[in-house]
């Protein structure tokens, strides 16, 4: 193996710049090329490569977003664009790819292993809803906005007296929503993979009220349901004075945490030593908090399972 190229593809995420970091200063004090690609598996097709040295990873490891680009690019299902991507990475003598991204990323990444490129993919996602991994690259840097946000909206909920129902990022997973809920002290935290009565939290909410509570917080998974929706179905069983927030897109960027930048750096280091070992089509996860790798293909019949205990733990501290 002589070159390998990298792309990052979906939603960024805080980390990935370190994990692109850590791939490149792996592979050339492994004396492999790298060469980065732009706007994901779109770029690849375009053609949208270039030559990385130790440099071009300089002062890179504290930012947010991904100074290669994102794009979501569902053109890649298609074989004749695979085909396109292919014939780029052998005009660039490109040999293997790491991929940082989420599921769909890793969709992109096993087509190019079935033409012959080994290919691995790191977890880079704030979502953390990938299998075989207890956490994604971007997941406790969106963690701490979000609690640093709702920490704010909790300011002026008690300065009113007021419930807020706040919206975060996750897709179908419930994650984000269950490690800010406890993190924040929620009255409710609603995620879609645990039953909930609407009604019920109503009357956990005024009953707060009735006992000195001056504010009221229900971290909602954007999974379940829109934030104004839920919030109006609440004010059906109470009599206080509730606002929707959607806490959006901040939750992707910002400066990556501690966690988040070691992350993405030991993972980056491993898939270099995958491919080095001639290994591809492997998805990298941490798991018990060692490194691990899984075939990309178990990923997809695969369910990641979060920390539900933490649900039943925020209820009773709820109380
Ligand atoms: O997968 C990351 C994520 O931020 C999800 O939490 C969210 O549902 C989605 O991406 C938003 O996608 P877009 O950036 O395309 O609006």
Same mark, same amino acid.
């Given at each position: 193996m002589k070159r390998i190229g990298i792309l990052t593809s979906g939603g960024d995420a805080p980390g990935m710049n370190a994990a692109i970091r850590a791939v490149t200063r792996t592979a050339l004090a492994n004396d492999i090329?790298? $060469?980065?690609?732009?706007?994901? $598996?779109?770029?690849?097709?375009?053609?949208?490569? $270039?030559?990385?040295?130790?440099?071009?990873v300089a002062d890179k490891i504290n930012r947010g977003g991904?100074?290669?680009?994102?794009? !979501?690019?569902?053109?890649?299902?298609?074989?004749?664009t695979q085909l396109k991507g292919i014939e780029q990475l052998k005009k660039h003598g490109i040999d293997a790819l790491v991929v940082i991204g989420g599921d769909g990323s890793y969709h992109g990444a096993l087509r190019l292993t079935e033409h012959g490129y080994n290919a691995i993919g790191l977890p880079g996602s704030i979502d953390n809803d990938i299998p075989y991994t207890d956490y994604t690259i971007g997941f406790d840097t969106a963690c701490n906005t979000a609690m640093d946000a709702i920490d704010k909206i909790r300011d002026t909920a008690t300065s009113?007296? !007021?419930?807020?129902?706040?919206?975060?990022?996750?897709r179908e997973c419930g994650d984000i929503a269950l490690h800010?809920?406890?993190?924040?002290?929620?009255?409710?935290?609603?995620?879609?993979?645990?039953?909930?009565?609407?009604?019920?939290?109503?009357?956990?909410?005024?009953?707060?009220?009735?006992?000195?509570?001056?504010?009221?917080?229900?971290?909602?998974?954007?999974?379940?349901?829109?934030?104004?929706?839920?919030?109006?179905?609440?004010?059906k069983y109470g009599d206080f004075d509730a606002r929707a927030n959607v806490l959006g897109h901040m939750q992707?960027?910002?400066?990556?945490?501690? !966690?988040?930048r070691v992350?993405?750096?030991?993972?980056?280091?491993?898939?270099?030593?995958?491919?080095?070992?001639?290994?591809?089509?492997?998805a990298v996860g941490i798991e018990n908090n060692k490194l691990s790798s899984h075939n990309m293909l178990d990923l997809f019949d695969a369910k990641h399972h979060g920390d539900y205990s933490l649900?039943?733990?925020?209820?009773d501290l709820a109380k």
């Open positions: 090329e790298v $060469f980065g690609i732009h706007y994901g $598996f779109a770029g690849l097709v375009a053609g949208d490569i $270039f030559q990385m040295t130790s440099e071009t991904t100074f290669l680009y994102s794009a !979501r690019f569902p053109e890649f299902a298609e074989e004749a009113h007296q !007021r419930v807020f129902v706040v919206n975060v990022m996750g800010v809920g406890v993190a924040t002290g929620a009255d409710a935290i609603v995620v879609p993979e645990e039953p909930y009565d609407i009604k019920e939290i109503a009357e956990n909410l005024k009953q707060g009220f009735a006992n000195g509570k001056k504010h009221g917080l229900v971290v909602l998974a954007e999974g379940v349901m829109d934030a104004d929706k839920f919030k109006d179905e609440l004010l992707r960027g910002g400066s990556p945490t501690t !966690r988040d992350l993405a750096s030991k993972m980056g280091a491993y898939a270099v030593q995958l491919l080095l070992d001639g290994k591809g089509g492997l649900y039943s733990l925020n209820k």
